[in-house]
């Protein structure tokens, strides 16, 4: 996941500076906004990652860089035509609660990024896509402690699952550009 850098990095980084939330859930949070508004705002991203105006001024040119690279880099995946967008997790050597674990803050983090964007229930939901979030709610409050080496494969299948909700739902989110009408206008 070159274009958004490594999970471990910005994990240190985002403790080092008390953000609000791991690498996982900023990711799912850039993810969630980006899928509802291309356009959203970066700034608007970084203060929900930081409470006070404190932690914002003490980022270092470098902490900035690293996430101006994950929030354009995770826009930049989610336009790909091959829908080559991934989820940031810690590394496949890591133990499966630890990944589990950060799946689950991922899913929380990106249904937080749809409402933080004013997505709420009001919204006219295709019934596939509300399905997809109820997943992603479940998904969400997944127990880890529980999970076992043996769990590896269903791991794998949630991961690959949650991967292609986003495209679900970044098509049902996306603004539909208005249909022009081509045919000339009668007078």
């Not at 499966?96 to 899913?107: D, G, K, M, Q």
């Not at 929380?108 to 933080?116: E, H, I, P, S, T």
């Not at 709610?137 to 769990?151: F, P």
Request: charged letters at 30%.
């Amino acid at each position: 996941m070159e274009r958004i850098g490594d999970y471990g990095e910005l994990q240190s980084m985002l403790e080092e500076r008390d953000a609000q939330m791991g690498a996982a859930e900023t990711h799912g949070l850039a993810t969630g906004m980006l899928c509802v508004l291309f356009d959203a705002d970066f700034n608007r991203w970084m203060t929900a990652l930081f409470d006070t105006d404190e932690q914002l001024a003490a980022l270092t040119g470098d902490d900035r860089q690293v996430l101006i690279n994950l929030f354009q880099g995770t826009l930049e995946l989610l336009k790909e035509e091959d829908f080559i967008f991934d989820v940031l997790l810690p590394d496949d050597d890591e133990r499966i609660n630890v990944r589990a674990t950060a799946l689950s803050e991922w899913c929380q983090g990106f249904l937080y990024g749809v409402a933080y964007m004013g997505v709420g229930d009001d919204k006219e939901w295709e019934e596939d896509s509300r399905g997809v979030l109820r997943d992603m709610m479940e998904i969400s409050r997944l127990d880890s402690d529980s999970s076992d080496d043996s769990d590896e494969q269903a791991f794998m299948e949630l991961h690959e699952y949650v991967r292609m909700a986003v495209q679900i739902l970044l098509h049902e989110l996306q603004p539909k550009e208005e249909q022009k009408n081509d045919e000339p206008t009668v007078h």
